[in-house]
């Protein structure tokens, strides 16, 4: 499967942020991501807004962003995300979408300082969402 950049982007921020969660919450990823998209306080493209400075931790982990160097369960999953994330652009998914205005999320060990300009959403999985 040949993917777009974009479908990349988002495939890649579902992947490294929520691999390991039930499918609503690689969903819920994909949400955030999308809605930031849609925002005036971020950049206006997936790649953009995945890529901004600081904003998904795996970004910035130093450790190689390639699940085709992975493990076998792990390139699974990429499969797998991959191709959500195709349905998710080309609006195949719609419904199955979220529609929480999240935009923001954080994992529940750790404990940000912007949660307190936020409201709270709810938690899936091992994420707590938020909304401006």
């Not at 949400?31 to 970004?59: A, G, Y």
Request: net charge negative; with cysteine; aromatic share 12%.
């Amino acid at each position: 499967m040949i993917l777009t950049a974009a479908a990349t982007c988002l495939a890649l921020n579902m992947f490294f942020e929520a691999r390991n969660e039930p499918q609503f919450g690689q969903l819920m990823v994909a949400e955030v991501t999308l809605n930031r998209v849609n925002s005036n306080r971020f950049p206006d493209t997936i790649c953009e807004v995945v890529w901004q400075k600081k904003q998904f931790s795996w970004t910035h982990d130093g450790i190689h962003d390639d699940p085709t160097r992975m493990s076998y369960l792990d390139q699974q999953a990429w499969e797998q995300i991959s191709q959500a994330a195709v349905l998710i652009l080309s609006g195949s998914s719609e419904r199955v979408i979220p529609k929480t205005g999240a935009t923001h999320y954080h994992a529940e060990y750790v404990k940000p300082y912007w949660v307190r300009d936020m409201e709270y959403l709810g938690k899936l999985g091992t994420h707590l969402f938020y909304k401006q």
